[in-house]
C-alpha cells in the first residue's frame, strides 16, 4: 500500500474542535480511510468526544454512539450483536465493521474490565486505543499508560511507576489480532486497519499518539515524537496473529539491523514532560534507566530474530 | 443502511417514515447532529503562522495531504485556509522543505 492509493474520501470533516497538531483526530482519519464508510463509531468518553463539536453539527460524517467511560467492550459487544441480527434480518447489504475508539483511560484504568470480557467472549469489533499516555482531556493527569518519569498534573517530579502493557495483555487473551500502531508510519497502520477489517472476532489496535499540549511539545512535532519514539526503541511496532508475532515498520528495521536504535535521551529531550530529567541538572539514574529497560527488550528481540535466522539456515526452513 | 433501516429511523417522531428529510429538521426537531464542516466555525481564525507551499520544490509525495490532522490539505496540494489551525506538521514533515510556516498579519 502506497500513500498515493490511499482513498480519498473523508469522514472526519474540517473546522472540528480538536487542538492544533491533535494526534487522536489524525489516526482517526487514516482508521475512517481504510475502514470505509461503512463502519459504525462508537466513542468512548476521551478527547474525541470532544472533537465532534457540539449540537447540532458533528465533525464525523458516519453514525457515532457516545459512551460513558467504562463500556468500550461492553458498547462493541452490544452493537456487534445488533449488527448480527440486522444482517439476518436482511437490513444491511454489507456487514458494517463496528470501531468502538478509546483513549488510553479508557482503556488502561476504567474500561479494562468491559473489554477484557468482551475479548473472552470474542465478540465481533475492532477496539482502538489512541493512547496519548495520559488524561488529556482533562488537563493531563496519570494514567496506567503513563511512562516511568513522565511528568502529569499529579506526578509533578515525574512518574515513580512503570507503564502497563495492554497490547500485551490482549495478547494473552488469544483473540485474533493484536496491533500496535505509530502516527509516523501511515501505511503500516494503513495496512494493520486494514488487515483487522478482514478478520472476524475482537481486535485490538493501539495508536501511540503524541498530545502537544499534554505532553509539552510544539504542536508541529506531534509525527516527529511519535517517530521518535519507535526509532529509540520505547514504542514497538507489532502484529500479532495466530499466536505469531511480527515486527513491522521502523521496529522491525532495527531488530533486522537495517536502521540505528537511537538513544532515548532524543525522545525525552523533544518533551516538556521530561524536562526535570534536564535541567536544572541531568538526572543521569532515570535517563540510564529508561535506557537499560529499552536495551533488554531489544536484546531478547534482536537474539530471538538471529537465533531464528541461524536455524533456518540450518535446516533450510521456508521463511514465514 | 436500505430503505427499509431508515424507514424506521432512530429519531422517530417528526422525522417520520418514507419522508425526505432536511438538515433543518433534524437540527431542530431530534436530538442527530448533521455532519458539517467548520462544526464549530471558521477554525482558520486560531492559526499565527500559514502554511505556504513552494510548487518549485514539491514533489507531490502526499506526505502533507497524509499527516494533516484537519484534513485540510488537499489531494492537489491546496490548503484550505478557511479551516487550517496552522499546527505546521505539514512543514515540519515535508522532505523537501516546500512548505514554510510564515507569520500571519491579522485579518
Known sequence: ?320 | MNDRGRKKGFGGGPAGAGRKVTEVEIGLLTTLSVPARGSVGKTGSWRTFVPVIDPGRCTKCLLCWVYCPEACVSRDLIIDLDYCKGCGICAEECPRDAIAMVKEEKR
Open chain 1, 1 to 320: 500500500m502506497r500513500i498515493k492509493d490511499f482513498p480519498e474520501e473523508e469522514l472526519l470533516l474540517p473546522g472540528n474542535a480538536a487542538c492544533q497538531g491533535c494526534p487522536s483526530s489524525m489516526a482517526l482519519r487514516l482508521a475512517l480511510k481504510a475502514l470505509g464508510r461503512n463502519t459504525l463509531l462508537a466513542v468512548i468518553a476521551s478527547c474525541t468526544s470532544v472533537l465532534q463539536s457540539p449540537f447540532p453539527a458533528t465533525a464525523f460524517d458516519l453514525p457515532v454512539l457516545n459512551m460513558a467511560f467504562a463500556t468500550g467492550g461492553a458498547t462493541g459487544s452490544g452493537l456487534a450483536a445488533a449488527v448480527e441480527r440486522l444482517m439476518k434480518k436482511g437490513v444491511y447489504r454489507e456487514r458494517p465493521t463496528v470501531l468502538v475508539w478509546a483513549g488510553d483511560g479508557g482503556t488502561y484504568d476504567i474500561g479494562i474490565q468491559s473489554l477484557s470480557g468482551a475479548a473472552e467472549r470474542n465478540a465481533d469489533f475492532i477496539y482502538v486505543c489512541y493512547n496519548n499516555e495520559a488524561y488529556s482531556n482533562t488537563g493531563t493527569q496519570r494514567s496506567g499508560a503513563t511512562p516511568y518519569a513522565a511528568w502529569t498534573t499529579n506526578t509533578v517530579k515525574g512518574k515513580r511507576e512503570w507503564r502497563k502493557d495492554v497490547a500485551q495483555i490482549m495478547v494473552a487473551h488469544g483473540i485474533p489480532y493484536v496491533a500496535t500502531a505509530s502516527l509516523a508510519y501511515p501505511t503500516d497502520l494503513f495496512e494493520k486497519f486494514t488487515r483487522a477489517k478482514g478478520i472476524r472476532g475482537t481486535r485490538y489496535i493501539e495508536i501511540l499518539a503524541p498530545c502537544p499540549p499534554g505532553w509539552k511539545f510544539p504542536s508541529g512535532h506531534t509525527v516527529k515524537v511519535a517517530r521518535l519514539a519507535v526509532q529509540t526503541g520505547l514504542w514497538l511496532l507489532y502484529e500479532h496473529r495466530e499466536g505469531i508475532t511480527t515486527y513491522t515498520a521502523g521496529t522491525q528495521r532495527i531488530i533486522h539491523g537495517k536502521a540505528r536504535r537511537l538513544p532515548v535521551e532524543e525522545y525525552l529531550k523533544a518533551q516538556g514532560r521530561f524536562r526535570h530529567l534536564f535541567y536544572p541538572e541531568r538526572d543521569e539514574e532515570r535517563i540510564a534507566e529508561i535506557q537499560r529497560r529499552v536495551d533488554r527488550v531489544f536484546e531478547t528481540l534482536e537474539f530471538t530474530h538471529r537465533l531464528k535466522q541461524h536455524i533456518m539456515d540450518i535446516e533450510m526452513l521456508p521463511p514465514r
